[in-house]
């Protein structure tokens, strides 16, 4: 599996970053400064998000700067992408818990960043799985967040056998302890879709896991 790309961190290429609500997860409905960092190693097709432009190098002090400038009063940043361990984030990460933010990891899981200083210290990874999970990250995993269309429900254990129709997504690995979540896909169809959500209901209540809604398309913010 790919390894992160090898940089001193001080200039990492970043499509966007605005202040919104943070939709979906452990910190669903809290206001919230994004960091879209640019650039995936996976190419899944289905993708919806644009993570091909932003190419360029925005050093991380003005990155900082940028996330503390957002007119919104929050101590959460969410560095997503793309995938965020494409690029050396750990110089950006050391800097916003030094200016007292915790920070969201949304990572895809196949790549890592080694050493993983902070422990679960300020930082919680959420991964939402579209392949493997790499055992050197598993360890700082404390979400998986998985997309449900209840056509395609593995009958084990209540979670998608697929993801984006086509990708077999790692499902949690025998030692892991944190929080499962899922969200029901929205494919278009209001009928599918209200299938989609009953599946997650039956799935949380048989398994213990939890449902997330995409709390910002509700609320029409990016
Ligand atoms: S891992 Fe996520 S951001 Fe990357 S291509 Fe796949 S769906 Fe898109």
Redesign the pocket.
């Known amino acids: 599996m790919e390894l992160p790309v090898r940089t001193d961190g001080k200039l990492l290429d970043v499509h966007s970053v605005f202040g919104t609500i943070q939709g979906e997860g452990p910190f669903a409905g809290m206001p919230a400064v994004f960091c879209r960092l640019a650039g995936?190693?996976?190419?899944?097709s289905?993708?919806?998000?644009d993570?091909t432009t932003g190419r360029g190098g925005m050093s991380v002090e003005d990155i900082v700067r940028t996330v503390c400038n957002q007119p919104i009063k929050t101590d959460l940043v969410v560095l997503t992408?793309?995938?965020p361990f494409r690029q050396n984030v750990a110089p950006l990460v050391d800097l916003l818990l030094g200016k007292d933010y915790r920070v969201q990891l949304e990572t895809?899981g196949t790549l890592y960043l080694d050493p993983f200083p902070w422990g679960n210290l300020g930082v919680t990874v959420v991964c939402?799985p579209?392949a493997n999970v790499n055992v050197r990250v598993r360890p700082w995993v404390k979400h998986l967040k998985y997309v449900l269309d209840a056509r395609e429900v593995h009958p084990n254990n209540g979670l998608p056998t697929k993801v984006?129709g086509t990708y077999i997504p790692q499902h949690p690995w025998p030692d892991f302890r944190g929080t499962v979540w899922v969200s029901p896909a929205d494919v278009g169809d209001p009928e599918q879709n209200k299938r989609n959500a009953e599946a997650c209901v039956r799935s949380a209540m048989r398994y213990g896991y939890r449902v997330s809604v995409q709390t910002h398309k509700l609320l029409g913010v990016p």
């Open positions: 995936c190693n996976l190419q899944c289905g993708c919806d998000t993570y992408g793309g995938e895809n939402s579209k984006l």
